[in-house]
């Protein structure tokens, strides 16, 4: 029971922030933000759940106590279609990589046979509509890390048929045909080649080819302008944010937002905390150097970088709260792309279940509503929310579905 109690908190509270930050109807146009984001397809282009808590025996059938992405959760916050991604880190190489992303695919296949009525695996816009017509959370399958190919191109047609929809050409990690945006910024003295090679040319034909929507999260810029040069079809940037408001190496430049804008992609916006505000990591080690003995026994039970700081910040919640950014910084970064090129090239891809810490009030994929009620205060149309909201999303996905042919054989 008393479980029971502490997982209604969850379920309360977003409504409770929501209804706290409502303000007179005259300052949304008289629209009601609650039913415009229920009306909303509301389309999320990048989720870490299945690495962050399935690979590890959690079970997102039902609310959980930890991480940021359940089913219950995800059906609270309206989301209606979530790119699920499918990821591994490049300590896995060769004979490793594809397995391990078969293996991850597998588990959000056995979500999905164990709750049909929840969620159904989409691999085509019609698809998307078809299952958020029955209510259901529509999920596709996105693979971060060119790697996972193992640069084989049988193995790039191998993931499409089990439904892969993105591919992010590389994730922090290089390949042997891509270089990343660490390892051009960071490594540049030990890359042997920079940007796409011939292979990697190949591989973004391929792509487009499929039915494969080109990721550029996480690529190198030289990466990202010869892939730009190559595609035929509009790309994805599944979870970046914007560098003129915080000049981390993955975040884009203007003139990246204008080339995809050009290219006819979306940009979705990264909710990630270091990717917003330039002074959030400083805030976060100055904290954790403020608590060394807590900081010391948390990093022998929680190796990895991000659940120890997960855990550091869930021990201090009052600190914790006191160094994220306002929740108007992440409203900040989606308007700044709409000024600069247009409402029809910015989207969301939270990246929640892949970071250690979201904006305030942007706990977890409950609170997507505050972010359709954020934009109408802005003064955001109806019909540009639900652009930003899932429409652009989703006309990227049908621009790069082949005419003609089924999406999955
Ligand atoms: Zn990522």
């Not at 994805?236 to 006819?264: E, F, M, W």
Request: aromatic share 10%.
């Amino acid at each position: 029971m008393f479980y029971k109690l502490l997982w209604m908190i969850p379920l309360i509270l977003p409504m409770q922030v929501f209804a706290q930050q409502s303000s007179p109807a005259a300052a949304n146009h008289g629209v009601n933000a609650l039913a415009l984001h229920r009306q909303a397809l509301v389309f999320d282009t990048h989720n870490d759940v299945l690495s962050e808590l399935t690979m590890k025996g959690y079970d997102i059938s039902h609310r959980l106590p930890v991480g940021n992405t359940d089913l219950v959760r995800l059906k609270e916050g309206g989301v209606d279609a979530q790119f699920f991604s499918i990821w591994c880190d490049g300590s896995y190489g060769r004979g490793q990589a594809f397995a391990w992303a078969n293996r991850e695919i597998d588990s959000l296949m056995a979500i999905i046979r164990r709750n049909p009525d929840k969620i159904a695996l989409a691999t085509s816009a019609e698809d998307v509509k078809r299952i958020v017509a029955q209510h259901k959370i529509a999920a596709l399958i996105g693979v971060e890390g060119g790697h996972m190919i193992e640069d084989r191109l049988d193995y790039l047609d191998s993931l499409y048929k089990r439904g892969m929809r993105y591919m992010t050409l590389t994730w922090n990690n290089s390949t042997d045909w891509a270089t990343s945006a660490m390892d051009e910024t960071l490594h540049a003295d030990r890359l042997t080649h920079k940007g796409l090679t011939a292979f990697g040319r190949k591989v973004v034909q391929r792509m487009n080819e499929l039915g494969v929507i080109v990721d550029l999260a996480h690529v190198g810029r030289q990466t990202f302008y010869d892939a730009l040069a190559v595609t035929t079809k509009p790309v994805l940037v599944s979870h970046s944010s914007v560098y003129a408001l915080d000049p981390v190496p993955r975040n884009l430049t203007d003139d990246q937002i204008r080339a995809v804008a050009k290219n006819g992609g979306v940009i979705c916006v990264n909710f990630y905390d270091a990717f917003l505000d330039p002074h959030f990591s400083h805030r976060l080690d100055s904290l954790i150097d403020a608590h060394p003995r807590l900081r010391d026994s948390l990093r022998q039970l929680y190796p990895e970088t991000m659940d120890f700081q997960i855990h550091f910040l869930k021990a201090l919640p009052k600190a914790a709260y006191a160094i994220k950014p306002p929740f108007s910084l992440l409203i900040d970064h989606i308007d700044y792309i709409a000024k600069l090129v247009g409402v029809d090239y910015v989207g969301l891809g939270a990246d929640f279940d892949g970071a250690e810490a979201y904006p305030r009030h942007m706990d977890d994929v409950t609170y997507y509503p505050l972010i359709t009620k954020a934009l109408l205060q802005r003064g955001y149309s109806p019909a540009d929310i639900l652009k930003i909201l899932g429409g652009n999303v989703m006309r990227v996905l049908e621009a790069n579905q082949p005419v003609g042919r089924q999406a999955l054989p």
